[in-house]
């Protein structure tokens, strides 16, 4: 068949297609339908004919269905960049320019190593003779080889969602594959969107939906999943925060062997002065400052390669006899404890492998990939080998021993060269931390901040001000609480060991449910890498009493933030779900709803993707009218970086076409921008309300052409066609609704347009005018005015409830719940046409 030449398997492996391709999905055995329902309780006459949300234990299979025509698809806000694949266009030259760019967005934090890394291995094991050297050496060039290289470049960025990169695009890709988000607001509607991608079937397919099965069969694995994305999470903010301390520092320390006379005090406060002016140009973004500053890492990349090779020639090659790895083994026999304590100054030549992975969404995989391998590496190894040099000759100038293996002549430059490396390292990081923030944000899971877009082309490119402003305040404390830099390097080892230990762990995740790739393959990354980073986490955890508990204390405490705006999330949104209007009280309101209708539009917002939210009835109470036409608008996030503009909203209609009852979701991915005022998003709307209940009525009547067929041929099985934009024919296969409705008991709540409104024998408007006469009656609403009813819906703990839980809810969460950005603040809504009116839920 044709269709079938459109997957393609290559050694077995899978395949991704598009949305618009066959595709093969997973279905209950008792679906046979595609409707996504609302109030399954209160239909029986559809219960055999719709999709079961709840029904989590209904035994599922892997179908092969036809092209997907969601007729809801409307045009939404043109975003610049919104596209997949943002990069894949550009041609060499621009390929070329960005690989030069991620060197001052994503290189800095690694290339500043140089300036620690020996320093503090030596503090911890003193050197007794050159052959520690050698030994100290080959470690780094075998961790920096192992770490960034091996599992980072070449494994790791390729775990990325649609381009972006850092825990939580892991942990959405999870979601995606897998129900095991804690938020029960999932729809079946969200698979059908491109981006998900779901693939065709192989041999490594059973063992992945064992893995499904297991991972959201057991709320242990979720809460587990969940705390292991969290704690890899507060980890990269602690990393924010320690990596401007030490890099800094490290750079202009250097002053201490240029000039005598310089203290640490005198260090410490030009070093404090650094970081204000740091984290003040972070707002101009990354696009513009990474053109400034890319000419001036790779200027600095250059004096490590040049300084190295200078050395090299000046005191010998003997170093390089530590490429081979039983120099490593001899440094262990020879120093024991020592050499095991020194693991955790030697994790610090690896530091931003994480940065990496977390600022891919600024650039392509190939750019970061290439960078890394044809200049980072290179000249990051003939730094380190030239260092070693000159320690053979020198070995108790280990504490500076970048800057006192400067050549005299060139002292100055490479000092100057070296701070702004330190500065631009500290951008990596905080960069990195933004995006890390904006994810979680979106999956729930971090209170909503402002966000600021930098760059009209890139939308990953982002400035949170107040994330900015309170990693500054720490880092200051940092470097004033901590006396030397072997103190900030090993709370610096321990924010970077976390945080790569959590990535090994949710890549091999990845490995088995996505990439479906050979087990011992996966075994084997996860043996090795894991037993690597937590040998090396022991060595630092060893030396915590020096003063780097701090960052740990750091990291406990964002971790339960975040656990306790998830939490509280959870337990709100399961009590809206509990709380939600039934549809036999709209039914007994009628479609006055039991009040006054007034001309005009009400948008009321909730989190609610299914039902009559309970905010609603608080609305009916209170107010002495309500509008002649309702939107209940739900915002809702999904497990991906983008979802295209052509298939963001999904209509539905409330009751019948009396209520003037609409439901509309709007789907943002992770990644996506909203900046439209909320004139735009007002016209957007109604064009979009519009185009859906134009499609609607073109349904009704191809089923009432379907019935007449029927009729005349018992033989022909009612199917439901629609017409596509291009005009073309499609039939879906599932049979007319209308087949099977009771029209003794009208459905009250009528399914998306793709999901088919029965046609009811009784019915005698004629269909145009019918249709005419509903796109009138909003065209007048609208011009009466759109009001946004805001139902501020709250939670407290019961007076039953164990203390623990009252004090998380009552204070934790209401704290971090009042000082949050409200979801209505990117529109940019006037006050006069906002309506709110509070409600309080007991859990």
């Known amino acids: 068949m044709a269709e079938e030449s459109l997957i393609e398997r290559e050694n077995g492996g899978l395949v991704a297609m598009d949305s618009s391709e066959s595709r093969w999905v997973f279905q209950n055995d008792d679906d046979d339908s595609d ?76 290339g500043t190593s140089p300036l620690y890394t020996f320093s503090v291995m030596f503090n911890k094991s003193p050197i007794k003779d050159k052959e520690d050297i050698l030994g100290a050496l080959s470690l780094v060039l075998y961790v920096l080889i192992l770490i960034p290289l091996i599992k980072y470049v070449l494994v790791v960025l390729w775990a990325n969602d649609d381009g972006e990169g850092g825990t939580f695009a892991l942990y959405s890709l999870i979601c995606r594959h897998a129900k095991v988000s804690l938020l029960p607001n999932q729809l079946p509607s969200d698979t059908r969107i491109s981006s998900f991608r779901l693939k065709v079937p192989s041999a490594e397919l059973e063992r992945s939906l064992k893995i499904k099965e297991h991972l959201e069969s057991s709320i242990t694995l979720k809460k587990l999943l969940l705390m292991l994305v969290l704690a890899g999470t507060s980890m990269i903010i602690a990393d924010g925060v320690v990596t401007p301390a030490m890099s800094v520092m490290s750079a202009v320390g250097g002053l201490k062997v ?214 500054l305040v720490f880092c200051l404390v940092f470097v004033c609480t901590f006396a030397s830099n072997n103190e900030i390097g090993n709370a610096y080892g321990i924010a970077e060991l976390g945080v790569m230990m959590m990535t090994t762990i949710l890549v091999t995740i990845v490995m088995l449910l996505i990439w479906q790739i050979n087990i011992i393959i996966v075994l084997s990354f996860l043996v090795f890498f894991l037993g690597l980073e937590l040998t090396i986490f022991s060595s630092v955890l060893w030396s915590v009493g020096d003063g780097s508990w701090i960052i740990l204390v750091f990291a406990v405490v964002l971790f339960f933030i975040m656990y306790v705006w998830n939490y509280g999330s959870k337990l709100k949104y399961e009590t809206e779900v509990k709380k939600k209007l039934s549809t036999e009280l709209m039914r007994q309101l009628g479609c006055n709803l039991g009040t006054v209708r007034a001309p005009g539009i009400g948008l009321l917002y909730n989190e609610l993707v299914k039902g009559v939210p309970a905010i609603f009835g608080h609305f009916l109470t209170t107010l002495p009218a309500i509008h002649s036409m309702i939107i209940f608008v739900c915002i809702k996030y999904v497990p991906v970086p983008v979802v295209p503009q052509g298939e963001r909203f999904l209509f539905r209609r409330v009751g019948g076409k009396s209520y003037h009852i609409f439901r509309c979701i709007a789907r943002y991915g992770y990644k996506d921008v909203r900046k439209e005022n ?39 099985n009612s199917s439901r066609l629609l017409i596509a934009p291009n005009g073309s024919v499609y039939s879906l296969g599932v049979p007319l609704l209308a087949d099977f409705t009771c029209p003794e008991k009208p459905i009250f709540e009528a399914s998306t347009s793709a999901e088919v409104v029965p046609f009811l024998p009784g019915e005698t408007l004629d269909q145009e005018q019918s249709l005419e006469r509903e796109l009138s009656f909003i065209r007048k609403a609208k011009e009466s005015g759109v009001v946004y009813l805001l139902g501020h819906g709250d939670i407290r703990a019961r007076k039953d409830s164990w203390f623990i839980k009252k004090l998380i809810i009552n204070y934790f969460y209401a704290f971090l719940r009042k000082n949050c950005r409200r979801g209505i603040a990117n529109l940019s809504v006037p006050h006069s046409n906002l309506m709110q009116v509070g409600m309080t839920y007991m859990v």
């Open 35 to 110: 409707v996504d329902d609302d109030d399954n309780d209160d239909l029986p006459a559809r219960m055999s004919l719709v999709d079961s949300e709840e029904d989590e234990n209904a035994e599922t299979k892997l179908i092969r269905t036809g092209p997907r025509i969601d007729s809801f698809d409307v045009e939404a806000l043109e975003i610049p960049g919104a596209h997949r694949n943002e990069y894949e266009d550009f041609t060499m030259g621009r390929k070329i320019i960005l690989a030069f760019q991620t060197l001052g967005v994503v290189y800095g934090d690694v």
């Open 678 to 716: 909320h004139q735009t998003f007002e016209q957007l709307l109604i064009e979009s309300l519009e185009k859906f209940i134009r499609r609607e009525a073109q349904e009704r009547q191809l089923e009432s052409d379907g019935d007449e067929d029927t009729e005349s041929d018992d033989e022909i």
């Open 258 to 471: 240029g000039i005598d006379a310089v203290e640490q005090d005198q260090v410490m406060m030009i070093s404090v002065a650094c970081l204000i002016i740091l984290f003040s140009v972070q707002k101009f973004g990354t696009s513009k400052v990474g053109l400034v500053i890319g000419p001036a890492l790779f200027i600095w990349f250059c004096s490590l390669g040049g300084i190295g090779i200078y050395n090299l020639v000046k005191y010998g090659y003997t170093v390089l006899n530590a490429f081979n790895p039983v120099h490593i083994y001899f440094y262990f026999e020879r120093n024991s404890t020592q050499a095991w304590l020194s693991l955790g100054g030697c994790i610090l030549c690896a530091t931003g492998s994480e940065a990496m992975f977390a600022d891919l969404c600024y650039f392509s995989v190939r750019s970061i990939q290439l960078t890394f391998v044809f200049l980072v590496l290179p000249c990051l190894m003939l730094g380190y080998l030239g260092q070693a040099a000159y320690l053979m000759e020198n070995p108790s100038n280990y504490d500076q021993v970048f800057f006192s293996s400067v050549p005299s002549g060139v002292f100055w430059p490479v000092f100057f060269i070296a701070n702004i490396a330190a500065l631009i390292a500290s951008r990596t990081m905080t960069t990195a931390t933004f995006s890390c923030i904006k994810q979680s944000t979106a999956l729930g899971c971090f209170p909503r901040l402002k966000i600021v877009h930098t760059s009209r082309k890139f939308m990953g490119q982002i400035y949170i001000p107040v994330i900015n402003w309170f990693l």
